[in-house]
């Protein structure tokens, strides 16, 4: 192993560090996860020094965790089983913008937002957003989705091609600019969302959208959650093509209230947004507003500015940190369930009484215009009788999605936290993904520990 480190520092010099304080920054996770720091961590600035670190590690036998922002929720990036984590902080060049093709290619480290800051004069945007400024090369990882997948859908509908480097530092190229192809296998799709486990992201070629002419958002007040639950599904089927349709429990009002000086009422809330034409945009709030009426929404807060509407979303995109602030001392479980959206009043319904009957806060937010929705369990530090109430409600939950018909994880992912679910979901189709990781890394090396059986 020691042979592995003076190789990659040779190849790296200072880029190389294995200071303590790197590793254990490396080693958390914002999901609940204790520290699991690697023995080292690389900080590349081309595919070929990902793949030359990818070739050390792999005659060395050490396993090779991906970085990029940190923000996964499930353990996704944290080395169980130590290892080189390879940070691709400094591989952050938004390399071509083709606007004829609306297509923008990549290095892995870049941000949604720094992508769209680079777009502005284009006229073009990247949609996904999952409200943290994650990387895209991350955000491909895991399949990310967010606030605007109901209109534009998630990172798997938008990442158009890759490039990947393997276990054995082979450097591969999926997918083409085109629209579609139906030549062979989607390798692309089977990377998007293997969370590093068969290689390693170093370029992206992602599907760009055109700024809408207009842009509308509001948020309104339900008496109860089953009536704001309720405008959402008739929403969806009624077919208003919805950018965003938000749902914010009372607890997390309460939180906004707090942390912002929202004035909401102390009652669940609906936050959506319209992108279109003018008329476009005026006939969808119109019938949105109609149908919400329907089921008693009242307080209509309309947001046309740029400058209010950003207001708006940033409330739900800091939703984490307000009712954080608001239960201080609390060790939180953040997770989130997917259901078709006919079963999504019984499973919001279902786990809000579930929280309930617990006794400890449990705000819940969610993108319920796909059918997703979260939780965050806020057990008291220390307090371990809690914390297992707290593990049993997440756990009924992910038991609650697929008796629904749904999925244990719309967008957080597997990583460490939800295995125990895959065999459940997944049956021999788990056993399936694991032949492929063999195939792919038969020596287990690429983020052990995470999505598959025995890993």
Same mark, same amino acid.
């Given at each position: ?237 009624? =077919?208003?093509?919805? *950018? ?7 607890? %997390? $009002?309460?939180?906004?209230? !707090? @942390?912002?000086? #929202? ?107 796909? =059918?997703?929705?979260? *939780? ?7 307090? %371990? $009788?809690?914390?297992?109430? !707290? @593990?049993?409600? #997440? ?61």
């Amino acid at each position: 192993m020691s042979d592995a480190f003076a190789a990659l520092t040779e190849l790296l010099g200072p880029r190389l560090n294995r200071s303590q304080s790197d590793r254990e920054t490396h080693g958390r996770s914002e999901g609940h996860f204790p520290l699991m720091p690697p023995d080292a961590v690389a900080y590349p600035e081309s595919a070929e020094e990902v793949a030359a670190i990818v070739k050390i590690c792999a005659e060395a036998g050490l396993p090779v965790i991906g970085w990029g922002t940190g923000t996964s929720l499930e353990g996704h990036s944290i080395a169980p089983r130590g290892g080189v984590t390879v940070d691709f902080t400094r591989m952050d060049k938004v390399l071509q913008v083709l606007p004829e093709d609306m297509v923008a290619v990549v290095q892995p480290g870049v941000t949604r937002e720094a992508l769209n800051t680079e777009l502005r004069a284009t006229g073009l945007f990247f949609p996904v957003d999952p409200g943290a400024n994650a990387s895209l090369g991350g955000m491909a990882s895991t399949r990310a989705s967010g606030t605007t997948a109901v209109r534009y859908g998630t990172m798997r509908g938008n990442v158009l091609g890759l490039e990947v480097v393997l276990a054995d530092g082979r450097v591969i190229r999926t997918g083409t600019r085109a629209p579609k192809s139906s030549t062979g296998y989607d390798l692309t799709g089977l990377f998007v969302g293997a969370e590093g486990t068969l290689g390693l992201i170093t370029e992206l070629t992602l599907k760009l959208h055109g700024q809408p002419e207009a842009v509308s958002a509001a948020v309104c007040a339900f008496a109860d959650m089953e009536g704001a639950v309720g405008a959402v599904i008739a929403t969806i089927q009624s =077919g208003i093509p919805m *950018a965003r349709i938000e749902f914010v429990d009372a607890v %997390a $009002a309460a939180a906004f209230n !707090a @942390q912002s000086g #929202a004035g909401w009422a102390d009652a669940p809330h609906l936050m959506v947004e319209f992108h279109g034409s003018d008329a476009g945009v005026a006939e969808q709030a119109e019938r949105f507003g109609e149908i919400a009426r329907d089921f008693g929404a009242e307080g209509f807060r309309w947001a046309s500015l740029a400058e209010e509407r950003g207001k708006l979303w940033a409330m739900r995109h800091n939703a984490y940190r307000a009712m954080m602030a608001a239960h201080p001392g609390s060790a939180p479980i953040t997770t989130d369930i997917c259901v078709p959206i006919s079963r999504l009043a019984e499973a919001v319904e279902e786990t809000a009484a579930d929280i309930a009957e617990s006794g400890m806060p449990g705000p819940i937010v969610g993108h319920v215009g796909d =059918g997703n929705f979260h *939780a965050l369990l806020l057990p008291r530090a220390g307090d %371990a $009788a809690e914390w297992e109430r !707290a @593990q049993a409600l #997440a756990a009924r939950m992910a038991e609650r999605a697929l008796r629904l018909g749904g999925t244990v994880s719309g967008e957080h992912g597997i990583g460490m936290g939800k295995t125990k679910y895959m065999q459940a979901e997944h049956g021999e189709a788990w056993q399936v993904m694991a032949a492929v990781k063999s195939a792919l890394d038969p020596g287990n090396l690429m983020n052990p520990g995470k999505l598959l059986p025995g890993n």
